[in-house]
């Protein structure tokens, strides 16, 4: 079965410090490739997406993630957090075709001020 | 538009009991999903409507039922509520297959006691 892990269950850093996130999927095939992210006491938003072309996508809030095929990974990055990047992030794979998204079971990310 | 709408936002229920979960979009999407959030693993998907008129099962369907009323609107039904359906679920809706991105709406929390 497909599935999705993230490396990471609890990130604590210093605002101003560079974020990586991971994210391994283990499905094979064509993949849409998404990183949510959830606020306290908020609904899922999406950060950013992949679909195809360019492996390195660019999100909301200076977020972006690069895929990379041979490691099946899709990993987000920040350059330099903030304080209001407190919040807990989801990786989700979709297969190209079919309607399931799968997601990962999430990082949460605190960032002290 | 407001996006994906839920009720309740929250709700308690004793072992046994019924209860009816809502939900409607009003982005003209084809498909929508349920999802339940359990601390450490992720979103997990309970059904999914791939179109109006249709349903599917999703990861974790025991327990649930679904009705697609329309093209808008999207229930789920607990028959009779075990505590082990405490958690806290969230309604979604995305254009249709290939590689649309899911909304999300707020939430509903649910205590089974």
């Known amino acids: 079965a497909q599935s999705v892990s993230q490396h990471n269950h609890h990130v604590i850093l210093s605002e101003a410090a560079s974020l990586e996130l991971g994210c391994n999927y283990s499905?094979?095939?064509?993949?849409?490739l998404f990183w949510y992210v959830q606020y306290p006491g908020q609904h899922l938003q999406l950060l950013l997406k992949y679909f195809s072309g360019d492996p390195l996508v660019k999100g909301i809030k200076g977020f972006e993630a690069e895929f990379i095929k041979s490691k099946f990974s899709f990993n987000l990055r920040k350059p330099s957090v903030q304080w209001s990047d407190t919040a807990e992030y989801f990786c989700?794979?979709?297969?190209?075709?079919?309607?399931?998204?799968?997601f990962g079971p999430g990082t949460r990310l605190s960032v002290l001020p | 538009n407001a996006g994906v709408t839920q009720t309740p936002k929250f709700q308690v229920l004793k072992t046994g009991q019924s209860m009816t979960l809502q939900c409607a979009q009003d982005?003209?999407?084809?498909?929508m999903y349920w999802y339940r959030q359990d601390p450490g693993m992720g979103l997990r998907l309970i059904y999914y409507?791939?179109?109006?008129?249709?349903?599917d099962k999703g990861e974790v369907p025991n327990g649930y039922n679904v009705s697609r009323l329309n093209k808008r609107e999207f229930s789920l039904r607990l028959e009779s509520a075990a505590p082990s359906q405490t958690s806290v679920y969230f309604c979604?809706?995305?254009?249709?297959?290939?590689?649309?991105?899911?909304?999300f709406g707020p939430g509903t929390r649910l205590t089974v006691t």
């Open positions: 982005m003209n999407h084809n498909s």
């Open positions: 989700a794979v979709k297969k190209n075709y079919g309607q399931n998204f799968v």
């Open positions: 979604a809706s995305s254009e249709g297959a290939g590689t649309n991105e899911q909304y």
């Open positions: 499905y094979g095939g064509t993949v849409n």
């Open positions: 409507s791939a179109s109006e008129g249709t349903t």
